[in-house]
């Protein structure tokens, strides 16, 4: 048997066929969901795909948090449907206020879009299982909007409870290219709640499954085999 | 306030000697005078601003359809088109079922004004032309050209720009793959901002822009009409028929990706339903264009009631509500049993869909408002009977002047030391240096089939996740070897392009081309357009890749100064698996460099030229093509073959150039030896035409060596893939991190 695992389209969503074709490469089943539909169609687990999703009109993800889709989504998620959120739908996560803090234009104002180094700092999460602790990738990162800000406290207690997820590393080597690539603090570029079903990041996984193609590695693979083992084995 | 009543047909018929701000309009008497022979009248309100917009240069190419003709007769037979000049876009059978239509286009003097919103709709506009022919976008290039680097007004440029096309681009989701950054004093005040798209289909998805089946129904759908881009027609809206509004308006369109985003899908549903007979996009003209030119190509008339349109302004008057140049509009024709559908389609998706008309089965286009008609016209004489100009043109009198002062004569390096310093200098020249900078505000990943992106040779996308098969395009100009010799620029340009995509794997297979010039009034620049376009369409012919539309763009120049001439040549081309392709960066170390085709002493338009010198003069290199041919040929099948790792293009700023790139891409160095009978300058800075440089495992270097021998192609072992520099035996090194640093250290210090 395989896991069903649904990618929202709202309006302006822009990776979602990305998305699709990253959980049939891990070999589970995609279903499209519609951001104007509230039924989850029995999935097992919801991705909240990168984009532009309203156009960022208004803020990034603040109108999409109110689609009806994201009701259902919403009340799941808060009893353990495993959610993945990448760059807008992790924009659309901290609106939900399923996960803390929120996202502010890049600090050097500009759209960036460059294969990223990253550290998993947590690899026990629903979506990063696949994973070790401590482990390198390399993710690729495209956003304006990305600049992860929490208070101090909030911080302190992502950081104390282990939920901090991906960090941003330098990339080394040759090139000088400073490691965060946005201002976010702590380096933060991915967080997960408390119970560790919910996870956001602003780098694109499934941008990252095939040797061929995108940043030409397939260090995004293991989300998608995480979650397909832990629906499996569930 | 006192109103004229209504400018309908028979109030037009009823009042000859009422005198219409033709002029204003940028009619000339005498065109003015043809549109009043042709109607038997004088022209309403409405018909005039319809008239003088479809007859303006932008939309009838009238001083330059006469030479653009060549591209059609000479056109090397070609099993590749399905679609021809004339249409949206060209569309190219690309096998497997697969269709492929790509253009170029100019967004050029709105981005001067306006260089956010103006590279912005540059991308929204060929976006949708390319949704009009039935394809799905799955990718953009941006050849753009700006004034001097260190220029104060390209800090307001050129940011502007970029961050338009990135934000309107990313915003579609449509992957940035190609395209160049060029400067060049010549272009101050004149920026070229060219954007072209590819876009994909199956070969029964195309769709044409045509009004037939009478009772069809014509609907309006996107964006709300609104005042914007309205140029010459609020004029007379304003002046002749309403003193009392206000009559400034923005004449730069405003753009919304996100309305265009979904106005993308909602075409797409509707065309994989089947329910579009004919379609157009609605851009520069904007009804004007879409109804005239839907109604003139399909079988029958068309009767639109403008009342129905409906508006972001309710002020509007008809004139402008035909002039208007609102982004994201589109007008489809459907049969009256599938309007409903569509309408539901595009509610699902949240766009306003209108039913503004239909086609009727007479020969007229005949527009209403509030009961009256303002338009009756033979949509022929409209969209396509305008004026064709044969514009005087002679070679100007500075021309021998310029291509006798040789740059084979400038005064070359003479110690080692000097040769290492001007390298360090090419390498971080504006124009050589390294474009990071602007094209990481470029999403390049999304729609995940992007294989190959800037600053590779040729872009490259998958289009079959199966078979592996994919599409290149890369897009080549160089307006200082068009200035030398517009003739062999452009077909330079082409060479180039066509190099660029074989050198990464893929079969050269169709252009489009986006042509930049001056003021066509100029007997000088006419010349110049003239031996360019001949050129291009001789070149095409030689080489059997057909010109499948494309864009020409005069009037690029302040006061008496025009830009050099720049045609941009955009090469499509086509690879059977993607997994075989070719990209720049050196692999591994201990490979063999080898430098395919013939070095000479030809520095004319040269990069070192430009940047040691500042130098403009001489003779561009000399153009081969059927060594283009043969070279390519090599390039396709050693790449089909496994036999190369890495190859590169040589172009502007030679050898040394291309193996810097290489180099630093890779991340690993290489040490090169002069080979004999030249001499290093000659060896690194030439910029002959018809080269390659690869990099071969050595286990290949046999196989490769006995096919290129069997071909008759000059080849050349110069060194091998190796260390943390670039090393020229017995002249200099260069670390990878001294050249990285001036190489990409040069964009950011002039803009960020």
């Not at chain 2, 399905?82 to 269709?99: F, K, P, S």
């Not at chain 2, 089939?449 to 078979?467: C, F, H, K, Y």
């Amino acid at each position: 048997m395989t896991a069903r695992i649904g990618v929202v389209t709202f309006p302006g969503s822009l990776d979602d066929r990305d998305t699709q074709r990253a959980i049939r490469l891990a070999g589970a089943e995609p279903v499209a969901l519609w951001h104007k539909d509230k039924n989850l169609h029995q999935v097992d687990a919801v991705v909240l795909p990168g984009g532009f999703s309203y156009g960022d009109y208004l803020r990034a993800g603040a109108i999409s948090r109110f689609s009806p889709v994201m009701e259902t989504v919403i009340e799941q998620a808060k009893s353990g449907l495993p959610v993945l959120g990448i760059c807008n739908g992790f924009q659309i996560l901290t609106e939900a206020h399923l996960l803390p803090g929120a996202m502010l234009g890049n600090n050097h104002l500009h759209f960036i879009c460059r294969d990223q180094k990253l550290r998993v700092e947590n690899a026990d999460t629903a979506w990063t299982s696949d994973y070790v602790s401590g482990q390198e990738i390399h993710i690729p990162l495209k956003n304006m909007d990305g600049r992860y800000v929490a208070d101090e406290h909030t911080l302190d207690e992502l950081e104390a409870e282990g939920r901090v997820v991906f960090r941003y590393l330098a990339r080394g080597g040759a090139t000088n290219e400073p490691g965060n690539p946005n201002g976010s603090l702590r380096d933060i570029a991915g967080i997960t709640n408390a119970a560790g079903n919910v996870v956001g990041l602003m780098p694109h996984p499934e941008h990252a499954v095939e040797a061929l193609v995108g940043s030409g590695r397939t260090d995004g693979l293991p989300f998608f085999t995480s979650i397909l083992k832990k629906l499996v084995n569930a | 306030m006192s109103r004229t009543p209504l400018d309908t047909v028979e109030h037009a018929a009823e009042t000859p000697d009422v005198e219409l701000p033709w002029a204003e309009l940028g009619l000339k008497k005498d065109e003015y005078e043809k549109v009043v022979e042709i109607l038997g009248r004088r022209p309403t309100g409405a018909e005039l601003a319809m008239y003088s917009v479809m007859w303006s240069e932008h939309c009838s190419y009238k001083s330059s359809k006469v030479h653009l003709r060549q591209f059609g007769e000479k056109a090397p037979q070609s099993d590749a088109l399905l679609v021809g000049i004339g249409e949206n876009a060209g569309v190219v059978d690309v096998g497997q079922g697969y269709a492929v239509t790509f253009k170029v286009e100019s967004h050029n003097h709105p981005s001067y004004v306006e260089p956010y919103q103006g590279a912005a709709t540059g991308v929204g506009g060929i976006v949708r032309d390319i949704i009009a022919m039935g394809a799905r976008p799955v990718a953009v290039v941006d050849p753009l050209r700006f004034g001097a680097a260190d220029h104060p007004d390209t800090k307001r440029v050129l940011p502007g720009v970029v961050a338009g096309i990135g934000g309107y681009g990313n915003c579609l989701g449509l992957p940035n793959i190609g395209g160049e950054v060029v400067f060049d004093a010549c272009y101050q005040g004149n920026p070229l901002v060219n954007a072209g798209a590819i876009g994909v289909m199956r070969h029964e998805d195309i769709h044409l822009a045509k009004a037939s089946g009478t009772g069809n129904k014509v609907i309006l759908y996107g964006a709300r009409t609104g005042g914007d881009g309205i140029g010459g027609a609020s004029i007379l809206a304003s002046e002749t028929f309403d003193d009392a509004k206000p009559s400034k308006r923005p004449a730069v369109q405003v753009g919304d990706p996100f309305q265009e985003k979904l106005l993308i899908e909602c075409t797409l549903e509707a065309f994989k339903e089947k329910l579009v007979v004919g379609i157009q996009d609605l851009g520069a003209a904007g009804l004007s264009c879409a109804t005239s030119e839907l109604a003139s190509n399909g079988s029958g008339g068309m009767t639109v009631t403008l009342d129905d349109v409906p508006l972001r302004d309710s002020t509007l008057s008809p004139e402008e509500i035909l002039m208007s140049e609102s982004q994201e509009r589109m007008c489809a024709v459907v049969e009256p049993s599938k309007v409903d559908r569509f309408l539901e389609i595009c509610d699902k998706w949240d766009v306003i869909a209108t039913v503004i008309g239909e086609v009727t089965d007479g020969d007229r286009l005949e527009i209403f408002w509030h009961g009256g008609k303002i338009v009756d016209v033979d949509p022929r004489t409209v969209a396509h009977d305008g004026p064709v100009y044969e514009r005087p043109y002679a070679r100007p009198s500075w021309q021998d002047a310029l291509q006798a002062d040789d740059a084979n004569k400038l005064a070359r390096p003479g110690t080692s030391e000097e040769l290492k310093s001007q390298v360090l200098a090419l390498v971080s020249s504006p124009n050589q240096a390294s474009k990071k900078w602007i094209t990481s505000q470029y999403d390049h990943f999304v729609q995940g089939n992007t294989v190959l992106a800037q600053p590779e040779d040729s872009g490259m996308i998958r289009i079959d996740e199966e078979t592996g098969l994919g599409v290149a395009i890369a897009t080549d100009g160089n307006g200082r070897y068009a200035k030398l010799d517009p003739y062999a620029g452009a077909q330079l340009a082409l060479s180039e392009a066509y190099r660029n995509v074989a050198t990464t794997g893929a079969k050269p297979l169709a252009v489009s081309d986006c042509l930049n010039f001056g003021s066509p009034e100029d007997p000088a620049v006419m010349w110049q357009f003239a031996e360019a376009i001949r050129g291009l369409a001789d070149a095409c012919q030689q080489l059997g890749t057909p010109v499948t539309g494309g864009n020409v763009s005069l009037y690029n120049q302040t006061g008496d100064v025009a830009i050099h001439p720049t045609p941009v040549v955009a090469v499509l081309g086509v690879i059977d698996d993607v997994a075989r392709r070719t990209p720049v960066a050196f692999q591994e170390e201990g490979q063999l460099l080898y430098l395919l085709g013939e070095t000479r002493e030809e520095f004319g338009g040269s990069a070192w030229s430009q940047v040691v010198h500042d130098h403009l003069g001489g003779l561009p290199p000399k153009v081969d093509l059927e060594r283009e041919r043969l070279l390519a040929e090599i390039l396709i099948s050693a790449s089909r073959d496994g036999m190369i790792d890495s190859a590169h293009d040589l172009s502007d700023g030679g050898l040394i150039q291309a193996v810097v790139e290489s180099a630093l891409l890779g991340e690993k160095g290489a040490r090169l030896i002069v080979p004999d009978g030249l001499d290093a300058f000659t060896f690194l800075f030439s910029e002959s035409a018809g080269r390659a440089v690869v990099a071969i495992p050595r286990s290949e270097e046999l196989r490769f060596n006995d096919m290129c021998g069997a071909r008759g192609l000059p080849v050349t072992r110069i060194g091998v893939v190796d260390g943390e520099s670039v090393e020229i035996q017995g002249e200099f090194a260069l670390s990878l991190e001294e050249l990285r640093e001036a190489h990409e250290g040069t964009i950011p210090a002039l803009l960020a």
